[in-house]
């Protein structure tokens, strides 16, 4: 496992939580997979669509995770802060359930990054 520098949640509606605990991430997720808000349009929640996990090093490199309310996943690699450089396209896989979405956060917040790439990704074209 690599231990990472620091590590940031992008939640769904905004705002962003330095260290995230399991139970927020878990949240994070719930939210993606339960769209029970009141008041609430389809429109409301097609325009935040997703929550990210990053983590990394002030110097690089950067790991990115968002997930999506459409059940995908996508996992960059940056060589630095800025995502100038890429190191390996990014991958995008489908999520079966809230479990695996949550898991998928557990493994990049944990820094277990080759459990995270042995995942079923596809390489985006």
């Not at 139970?23 to 997703?50: C, N, Q, S």
Request: aromatic fraction near 10%; hydrophobic fraction near 40%; include cysteine.
């Amino acid at each position: 496992m690599t231990r990472l520098g620091w590590l940031i949640l992008t939640r769904r509606y905004g705002g962003d939580e330095r260290d995230p605990s399991v139970d927020l991430l878990a949240t994070a997720v719930r939210e993606l997979f339960v769209e029970d808000l009141p008041g609430m349009t389809e429109a409301d929640y097609a325009e935040h669509g997703a929550a990210s996990l990053r983590c990394g090093f002030d110097e690089g490199p950067m790991f990115v995770l968002e997930l999506d309310r459409l059940r995908t996943a996508r996992f960059e690699e940056w060589a630095d802060q800025g995502f100038e450089h890429e190191l390996v396209p990014a991958r995008t896989g489908a999520l079966k359930s809230q479990d695996e979405a949550l898991h998928l956060f557990g493994l990049l917040a944990s820094g277990d990054l080759e459990a995270l790439r042995r995942w079923h990704w596809s390489v985006n074209a």
